[in-house]
């Protein structure tokens, strides 16, 4: 029997969305097609029926096919058919959803049925953003027929990257999870998320929610890139794919690494030369929620920041979708970058791009560095003597904060965006660390990190840097951040516990970043304990997900000869 078969409701409609009609020719059906297994999901068909075959644009989403509309209909006036698809066990589809669980599979059956249908001409493209990237990934490296390319944006190919850095896991995968899971009857929503951050042991964060999330619990459970995660790390599997892709990301989206990190994994490790030559990276000022705009948190980019991503998508599908390129069109750019504080963008045949190279910026201070009053100096050159270390103290109880609280903003809102930074820095937990007024503007294109000399006098600590542009107006604009905790120094896969008082060499990756530091503007470095709640709180205790117990870490940074602490950053210098 055909286990691809349709829903005895078939719906064709002129669509009229915010009171405008659509194109009389596109013809809508709501379909429902049955998976390997029986399970049947909402599968809505967006087509001209003038036109019998036509590339396919596929589209599978936990968050509401409906909320599409819009973007498949620009997609057909391209050319092109739309497949739009809830994710099992969201909403209009059966099935129970467990993130990520079974969209390899039903992304092969979905790809599979569309080359069967007498509108397709076989070729099929995938598209979207988040998990609507992620489940692109996991299909295609199932090897369905006629995946021909894919635009996974903002997403990853190692779901253990997409949570964790640096040992310190990304919080928001908590209301994302009571969002994505089934509350229970009677159980009201939680309002109180501030409560559910500081919320001890973190193993325990779904009983807190309010119902048993037990996919969230592991995720605590398994802070490690152990066995656990192997299932959804493909990273060197994808390098066997056959298929043109288009990488997508901001430098503040929290999935920054990974999307760049996978256009470099494709770009010089696909086993098919060809298709190393057939990447291509865009890379803008966004964060998650503002990818193609140019207001991103604080900070207006401009003009040029704004981007029209369906239309770059379909200029992208042109190329490598349909049965064959517009006549005189040439292959995108590999690398397309953004460079903020110039506001414009750049090309480069690769990520990071040529012509820059990495520069040393010293930390130094009298022993005095905490808050922006401090004496913490930013230098070009490590200082003569040694400088006293500088000493700041790390709080469980009250953490210091990702981003300047503030009535519109409460804590539990935090913010990956640029948003002022200056009330942060007049915390006493925090170093900071600023240059003389830049005469000569920098610019660093790359992927930024720290190295640290550090001590702590607990087993456990951590450490925050973030990259600072400050404006002449005093607006500090922060660039870059990383974060690293101290049992993960040397291992992620095997922690070992810090000896109180011992010196220890870290080095905190930065991320990918591009920007010009203008005449006038001073660079700035941040140092401290912790970055709430956009990453958990460490409790300094080292007992791992089920420890209970906390304690104030007394952190050093130190500026000594052997042990300069920097940041590292791939410059040119006019």
Request: charged share 20%; aromatic share 10%.
């Amino acid at each position: 029997m055909n286990r691809f078969l349709l829903h005895p409701c078939i719906v064709i409609a002129l669509l009229v969305t915010n009171g405008q009609s659509w194109a009389a020719e596109t013809r809508v059906e709501t379909v429902s097609v049955a998976m390997r297994d029986g399970i049947r999901l909402a599968t809505d068909i967006y087509r001209d029926p003038a036109i019998p075959k036509r590339s396919v644009v596929l589209v599978r989403t936990p968050y509401n096919k409906d909320r599409a509309k819009g973007t498949a209909q620009r997609f057909v006036d391209a050319g092109y058919t739309v497949v739009i698809q809830d994710c099992r066990g969201a909403h209009a589809s059966e099935g129970v959803l467990v993130p990520y669980n079974n969209e390899g599979q039903d992304g092969y059956d979905t790809i599979e049925w569309i080359g069967q249908q007498p509108w397709s001409n076989g070729r099929v493209g995938t598209w979207g953003s988040s998990y609507v990237g992620a489940v692109q990934w996991q299909a295609a490296v199932e090897n369905p027929p006629g995946l021909v390319t894919m635009i996974p944006r903002a997403t990853w190919s190692n779901f253990y990257r997409n949570l964790y850095l640096g040992g310190a896991i990304r919080m928001l995968i908590s209301p994302w999870a009571a969002s994505q899971s089934a509350r229970p009857e009677g159980t009201v929503p939680p309002t109180d998320w501030k409560a559910i951050y500081m919320h001890l042991p973190i193993s325990e964060t779904d009983q807190k929610i309010g119902w048993s999330i037990p996919w969230l619990k592991a995720i605590f459970m398994h802070p490690e890139p152990n066995g656990y995660w192997d299932r959804l790390n493909l990273t060197d599997r994808i390098t066997e794919l056959q298929m043109p892709i288009q990488h997508m990301v901001g430098y503040y989206d929290f999935f920054s690494r990974e999307s760049v990190g996978n256009f470099v994994q494709m770009r010089e490790h696909a086993r098919n030369p060809k298709i190393r030559g057939q990447q291509q990276l865009i890379l803008g000022p966004w964060d998650h929620g503002t990818i193609g705009k140019s207001q991103v948190g604080e900070v207006d980019f401009g003009p040029e920041a704004r981007l029209d991503t369906v239309a770059t998508s379909i200029a992208w599908y042109d190329q490598y979708l349909k049965p064959a390129p517009p006549a005189g069109a040439k292959p995108p750019v590999p690398v397309r970058y953004f460079v903020m504080g110039e506001n414009t963008w750049r090309e480069a045949q690769s990520w990071p791009p040529a012509g820059f190279t990495p520069a040393s910026f010293y930390l130094g201070s009298a022993g005095k560095a905490n808050t922006r009053s401090g004496d913490g100096r930013l230098e070009r050159s490590p200082p003569l003597q040694a400088k006293p270390s500088d000493t700041f103290r790390a709080d469980p109880a009250q953490p210091t904060p990702a981003c300047p609280v503030t009535e519109q903003r409460p804590l539990a809102r935090a913010t990956w965006a640029p948003v002022d930074q200056q009330a942060i820095e007049d915390r006493q937990d925090v170093l900071v660390y600023t240059s003389s007024r830049i005469t000569d503007p920098i610019t660093f294109a790359g992927n930024a990190r720290a190295e640290l000399f550090v001590a702590a006098d607990t087993p456990d600590a951590d450490w925050v840097v973030k990259v600072v542009d400050v404006h002449p107006n005093g607006f500090a604009q922060n660039l870059a951040v990383g974060i690293l905790r101290g049992r993960y120094r040397d291992s992620e896969l095997k922690p070992t516990p810090l000896t109180p008082g011992q010196v220890y060499r870290i080095t905190v990756d930065l991320g990918p970043v591009a920007a010009t530091i203008q005449k006038d503007h001073h660079l700035r470095v941040d140092i401290c304990g912790a970055y709430f709640p956009l990453f958990d709180r460490n409790t300094n205790t080292g007992e791992g997900p089920t420890g209970k117990a906390t304690r104030i870490s007394t952190e050093k940074v130190f500026h000594r000869p052997g042990q300069w602490s920097r940041i590292i950053l791939p410059c040119t210098v006019k």
